[in-house]
């Protein structure tokens, strides 16, 4: 669904492409440093009762933008028609919000515009938003804690930014990596969310193309929270106790050091548990007795 002006249109993103760009003139200009589209994403096009206001406020507050709410279908077809070489990756993404991830990018990049999660209220316009940033910043970003920036809000000026570029550039060894923790909450974070996200704002030096937004200003005077995290899993409340727990320990730095040492030492033991399990049957058993004596225990391709 496409909301502009007094117009409401339901299209799907093939028809978005034209009717936008020709009927909206979202297209960046001098006297307007800034594409005018909000996106936004839900699995259907009917926006849930509970950010209804949440998401009324964006059009509300941007008469003169474009607000596009994307559904799954509409999205899966965007990433098909326009960047084919990633539909693989997106498709065998195992948690739908990776793939919400994954497609704000593209369309960031693809249109420019805003990216506003559903649960994020808009107090003040995006004009004024754009405006109170230094104008050599193409990306406009917000903090987030404990460490980093968040991915529920992101303001890109023009379409094609290279900083963007480098966001995707990066999801498919990301998504392939065999580097992070075996979690839910951690999958999303380090090959999608927030804590990638930061990661490739920081590589090739594309923190000066990237403005970030005052805590003390976005919060309560551009933006507000209504309650969200609808993919948060049951290990996203252990990562936060854990981090949590390490800032108290900080000032143990002893306390903090053993703490470290038995959480990578967990965190080697359940992405490496068949050879830990062999490993320990070895040194246990050895050899069988019988005419079996002397047989090796099987491989781990056994296991």
Not at 100 to 117: E, K, P, Q, S, V
Not at 223 to 250: M, T
Request: aromatic share 14%; proline share 6%; charged share 15%.
């Amino acid at each position: 669904m496409i909301v502009g002006s007094s117009h409401v249109l339901s299209v799907n993103c093939f028809v978005y492409r034209s009717v936008v760009v020709a009927r909206y003139n979202v297209s960046v200009t001098t006297a307007k440093p800034y594409t005018s589209i909000i996106h936004a994403m839900w699995k259907t096009s009917e926006i849930p009762e509970r950010w209804s206001t949440s998401a009324n406020s964006w059009p509300k507050e941007n008469e003169n933008f474009v607000y596009c709410l994307w559904n799954d279908t509409e999205l899966e077809a965007f990433v098909a028609d326009e960047y084919p070489w990633l539909l693989s990756t997106y498709l065998a993404y195992p948690y739908v919000i990776q793939r919400c991830d994954a497609a704000r990018y593209l369309l960031l990049y693809h249109y420019g515009g805003t990216y506003a999660d559903l649960d994020l209220v808009c107090l003040s316009s995006m004009s004024t938003i754009f405006a109170d940033a230094p104008v050599d910043a193409g990306v406009l970003v917000a903090p987030t804690e404990p460490v980093g920036v968040s991915n529920d809000f992101i303001a890109v000026r023009r379409p094609r930014d290279r900083v963007i570029r480098g966001v995707i550039s990066g999801l498919r060894r990301a998504a392939a990596s065999y580097w992070y923790p075996p979690l839910p909450y951690a999958a999303v974070m380090f090959r999608t969310g927030p804590v990638y996200f930061t990661r490739r704002l920081n590589c090739g030096g594309g923190e000066r193309g990237v403005h970030i937004i005052p805590a003390s200003t976005y919060y309560n005077i551009y933006i507000a929270n209504v309650k969200g995290g609808s993919w948060h899993q049951w290990d996203g409340w252990i990562l936060w106790k854990l981090f949590l727990l390490v800032v108290r320990l900080y000032r143990h730095p002893v306390r903090l050091a053993l703490s470290v040492t038995a959480l990578l030492a967990f965190m080697c033991i359940v992405r490496n548990h068949r050879l830990v399990v062999v490993a320990l049957l070895s040194r246990c058993i050895p050899h069988f007795s019988g005419k079996h004596a002397g047989t090796r225990i099987p491989s781990r391709s056994y296991i």
